[in-house]
């Protein structure tokens, strides 16, 4: 049973490492009129075990929207966070900051930790 959870860690981290992947599954379904601009977020290095990050601007119909997201899996935990706002405005919270918090939450939960 072990081989399995591995596998399906191993197909989340290959999943979170491809930009089109996280576009197709968690950007496109906003129905936007294109992607302006797209950066990488850096220094996640501590965060979980792997993670990624993508800062996206979306056009909605002559609105500009920025499009924070955030994946990363710690153990057998895999996380996916979004932060939309528009854009010219900081977002209510750094998502940077939730998913240092989540990822702080979820250490005790883990099997091994229980």
């Known amino acids: 049973?072990?081989?399995?959870?591995?596998?399906?860690q191993d197909e989340f981290d290959t999943s979170i490492s491809q930009t089109d992947f996280l576009?197709?599954?968690?950007?496109?379904?906003?129905e936007h009129n294109g992607?302006?601009?797209q950066e990488e977020i850096?220094?996640?290095?501590d965060l979980g075990d792997i993670a990624v990050g993508y800062?996206?601007?979306?056009?909605?119909?002559?609105?500009?929207?920025?499009?924070?997201?955030?994946?990363?899996?710690r153990d057998i935990?895999?996380?996916?966070?979004?932060?939309?706002?528009?854009?010219?405005?900081?977002?209510?919270?750094p998502i940077r900051d939730l998913a240092y918090i989540l990822d702080q939450r979820i250490l005790p939960t883990l099997p091994d930790n229980l």
Do not use: C, H, Q, S
């Open 1 to 8: 049973t072990g081989l399995v959870l591995e596998d399906e």
């Open 35 to 37: 992607i302006l601009e």
């Open 77 to 93: 935990a895999g996380v996916v966070i979004l932060i939309g706002y528009a854009d010219g405005f900081p977002a209510a919270v």
């Open 55 to 73: 800062r996206f601007l979306l056009d909605m119909e002559g609105v500009e929207l920025r499009l924070d997201l955030i994946a990363f899996r």
């Open 42 to 45: 850096v220094d996640l290095n």
């Open 23 to 30: 576009v197709e599954k968690y950007v496109d379904p906003f």
